[in-house]
């Protein structure tokens, strides 16, 4: 399992996935990010939960307000997608 191997992989290159709160958006992670870049480490900024049926979540890159099983399953799919695509070292 891919998933596995990153998890064993050398700290420096196992991938760092940020996922914001509910009603935010990855930008607010910018700063974190870049700190953990800095490091040597691949971080990826995950966006995930846009509710376009509510007010709020019409808001271009409001996320983290869809319907929970939703975006649990788009969580796992992008991370599913990362630990294939990233070289473990």
């Known amino acids: 399992m891919v998933a596995d191997e ?4 050398p700290a420096q290159h196992r ?3 940020l996922i ?3 009603n935010d958006r990855p930008s607010t992670l910018v700063p974190l990010a870049e700190a953990l870049r800095a490091t040597g480490r ?3 900024l995950l966006h995930y939960g846009r509710d376009r049926v ?3 979540g019409r808001l271009l ?3 983290g307000l869809g319907d929970l099983a939703a975006s649990t399953a788009e969580i796992l ?12 070292g």
């Not at 990153?6 to 992989?9: C, D, M, P, T, Y």
């Not at 799919?77 to 473990?88: F, G, N, Y």
């Open 6 to 9: 990153l998890v064993n992989a």
């Open 15 to 17: 991938p760092v996935v």
């Open 20 to 22: 914001h709160g509910t």
């Open 42 to 44: 691949p971080v990826h």
């Open 54 to 56: 509510s007010v709020r």
């Open 61 to 63: 890159g409001t996320g």
């Open 77 to 88: 799919a992008a991370v599913d997608d990362l630990c294939a695509a990233t070289p473990c």
